[in-house]
């Protein structure tokens, strides 16, 4: 048997702390170095919603400016509209709206009187909207399916899958724009409806998630933001926030509005450049004019 005389035990203490401070050293440098080689090596091989791989963050020093607005006139807005989507075409609104059981595309007049519609099966929920090349796209939230219409006589004529959740479409007569509730918009090519692109939309050096309805301006893409009171407006070259649109005041007039969400919906008439903006079951739908401050 080892017996530990006095002087013995002291050595032999010592010894003890010695060695575990050893080992504590040794275990966290192995700690720093591997910290270090994921750091070289990327990082976390996991992603965001969509399972995106992120793009090498550049300097931007852009600052988006904010554009002011006026109301030019407001006009009627059903209120079992849940507004997913909205455009203009052929002197009518096009309106896809939401929601399990209620979802459907109409066709709208300025009165606010929906003249055309179509509805979508119960297990669908209906998202954004566009229209390319003389037909309607529309997509659906989680069922990762999209319609296809006739904007005549809203007649479906094909579908599509795809990956990840739908939430906004617009077009810019070439390619059709894709959100999906992040911070990416997909290019989608027309003839396959598949992604040949996509777009990592930032605000200054962050990326700008929630990225709802889209509407196609003047070569820009205008996007609402879920749960803000914003518009930005992308430049679908990079990706650049270069503007934004703060219509909190809008949103104040559905107070009284029991049924009132959150705002969505833009719609562009080429034509005459007039703008229309609404919201999720809102009882207004508002016409309003851009000041492009510098």
Same mark, same amino acid.
């Given at each position: 048997?080892?017996?530990? @005389?006095?002087?013995?035990?002291?050595?032999? @203490?010592?010894?003890?702390?010695?060695?575990?401070?050893?080992?504590?050293?040794?275990?966290?440098?192995?700690?720093?170095?591997?910290?270090?080689?994921?750091?070289?090596?990327?990082?976390?091989?996991?992603?965001?919603?969509?399972?995106?791989?992120?793009?090498?963050?550049?300097?931007?020093?852009?600052?988006?400016?904010?554009?002011?607005?006026?109301?030019?006139?407001?006009?009627?807005?059903?209120?079992?509209?849940?507004?997913?989507?909205?455009?203009?075409?052929?002197?009518?609104?096009?309106?896809?709206?939401?929601?399990?059981?209620?979802?459907?595309?109409?066709?709208?007049?300025?009165?606010?009187?929906?003249?055309?519609?179509?509805?979508?099966?119960?297990?669908?929920?209906?998202?954004?909207?566009?229209?390319?090349?003389?037909?309607?796209?529309?997509?659906?939230?989680?069922?990762?399916?999209?319609?296809?219409?006739?904007?005549?006589?809203?007649?479906?004529?094909?579908?599509?899958?795809?990956?990840?959740?739908?939430?906004?479409?617009?077009?810019?007569?070439?390619?059709?724009?894709?959100?999906?509730?992040?911070?990416?918009?997909?290019?989608?090519?027309?003839?396959?409806?598949?992604?040949?692109?996509?777009?990592?939309?930032? @605000?200054?050096?962050?990326?700008?998630?929630?990225?709802?309805?889209?509407?196609?301006?003047?070569?820009?893409?205008?996007?609402?933001?879920?749960?803000?009171?914003?518009?930005?407006?992308?430049?679908?070259?990079?990706?650049?926030?270069?503007?934004?649109?703060?219509?909190?005041?809008?949103?104040?007039?559905?107070?009284?509005?029991?049924?009132?969400?959150?705002?969505?919906?833009?719609?562009?008439?080429?034509?005459?450049?007039?703008?229309?903006?609404?919201?999720?079951?809102?009882?207004?739908? @508002?016409?309003?004019?851009?000041?492009?401050?510098?």
């Amino acid at each position: 048997m080892f017996l530990v @005389f006095g002087w013995q035990r002291y050595y032999f @203490f010592v010894y003890l702390c010695t060695l575990y401070i050893y080992i504590f050293i040794m275990r966290m440098s192995f700690c720093v170095i591997f910290a270090v080689l994921m750091m070289a090596c990327g990082g976390s091989t996991t992603h965001k919603r969509g399972a995106e791989q992120q793009p090498t963050r550049t300097q931007n020093t852009t600052v988006p400016v904010r554009w002011d607005y006026s109301v030019v006139q407001t006009l009627p807005h059903p209120t079992n509209h849940y507004t997913q989507g909205l455009l203009w075409h052929n002197g009518h609104l096009y309106e896809s709206i939401g929601q399990y059981g209620q979802s459907a595309v109409h066709i709208m007049n300025l009165e606010g009187k929906s003249t055309r519609s179509v509805a979508l099966g119960e297990q669908y929920f209906g998202e954004g909207l566009t229209l390319h090349n003389g037909r309607l796209y529309q997509l659906t939230w989680l069922e990762h399916t999209g319609f296809v219409y006739d904007p005549l006589t809203l007649s479906p004529t094909a579908r599509w899958e795809y990956s990840g959740e739908g939430w906004g479409l617009t077009s810019d007569g070439t390619n059709i724009y894709m959100s999906d509730g992040s911070h990416i918009l997909r290019v989608l090519d027309p003839a396959t409806l598949q992604t040949t692109k996509r777009i990592y939309v930032r @605000f200054g050096n962050r990326y700008v998630r929630d990225l709802n309805e889209l509407e196609w301006i003047d070569g820009r893409i205008w996007a609402n933001l879920y749960g803000y009171n914003r518009i930005v407006v992308i430049n679908p070259s990079d990706g650049r926030v270069e503007a934004y649109i703060d219509l909190d005041e809008l949103v104040k007039t559905q107070q009284d509005n029991p049924r009132r969400d959150v705002l969505n919906g833009i719609a562009w008439d080429a034509a005459t450049g007039r703008i229309f903006v609404t919201g999720k079951n809102w009882d207004k739908l @508002f016409e309003i004019k851009i000041t492009q401050n510098e």
